[in-house]
T-cell receptor, first 112, second 115 residues
Framework: SQQGEEDPQALSIQEGENATMNCSYK?????LQWYRQNSGRGLVHLIL?????REKHSGRLRVTLDTSKKSSSLLITASRAADTASYFC????????????FGKGTRLHILP | GAGVSQTPSNKVTEKGKYVELRCDPI?????LYWYRQSLGQGPEFLIY????????DSGLPNDRFFAVRPEGSVSTLKIQRTERGDSAVYLC?????????????FGPGTRLTVL
């Protein structure tokens, strides 16, 4: 079963705007990862945030984690056409630290 | 070095046939994961290997699915008596070790279509 659930399911914004995607999960976690997928093929790791971290940055990406609300957000600033993709959060499986479970993803479309 | 590769990239087969999907992980990665992804869904965990052994096969949907990794490197996912519902993209990923705080590196996937 899936642990994380992304919201919204789909998002369209103008190039240059910021895009925010959210992920909610059900059980306690050790860490949470965000991945990007282009054209329904292989996923690319974007960023990992640990349960004792609240915010992390990588280039134009900003990830927050609120363990009390069991939620995370991914912010992409100054969006570009190349950011058009599906974005997935992945968390530890329940009581496991050796595998991750993916959500259903947010499909982001950047309009020119 | 080279990333994760998967062959074939596309496979079309008829209902009831047997198929094998291959994954070549990144050299030196001890953990190898198989996922299945249907349209509009996230990757669904199938099985993972730590070295040569299947550490967790709880995601395999039924006994028609089987995977091996005999030498701790290349892995093959085998599906017997394929059904139309098996149609999906099958993704393989590898990581240095089997830990949830390790980045997984994904292959491009094999798109399986069962007619």
């Amino acid at each position: 079963s899936q642990q994380g659930e992304e919201d919204p399911q789909a998002l369209s914004i103008q190039e240059g705007e910021n895009a925010t995607m959210n992920c909610s999960y059900k059980t306690s976690i050790n860490n949470l990862q965000w991945y990007r997928q282009n054209s329904g093929r292989g996923l690319v790791h974007l960023i990992l945030i640990r349960s004792n971290e609240r915010e992390k940055h990588s280039g134009r990406l900003r990830v927050t984690l609120d363990t009390s609300k069991k939620s995370s957000s991914l912010l992409i600033t100054a969006s570009r056409a190349a950011d058009t993709a599906s974005y997935f959060c992945a968390t530890d499986a329940m009581n496991r630290d050796d595998k991750i479970i993916f959500g259903k993803g947010t499909r982001l479309h950047i309009l020119p | 070095g080279a990333g994760v590769s998967q062959t074939p990239s596309n496979k079309v087969t008829e209902k009831g046939k047997y198929v094998e999907l291959r994954c070549d992980p990144i050299s030196g990665h001890t953990a190898l994961y198989w996922y299945r992804q249907s349209l509009g869904q996230g990757p669904e965990f199938l099985i993972y290997f730590q070295g040569t052994g299947a550490a967790d096969d709880s995601g395999l949907p039924n006994d028609r699915f089987f995977a091996v990794r005999p030498e701790g490197s290349v892995s093959t996912l085998k599906i017997q008596r394929t059904e139309r519902g098996d149609s999906a993209v099958y993704l393989c990923a590898s990581s240095l070790i089997s830990s949830s705080d390790n980045e997984q590196f994904f292959g491009p996937g094999t798109r399986l279509t069962v007619l």
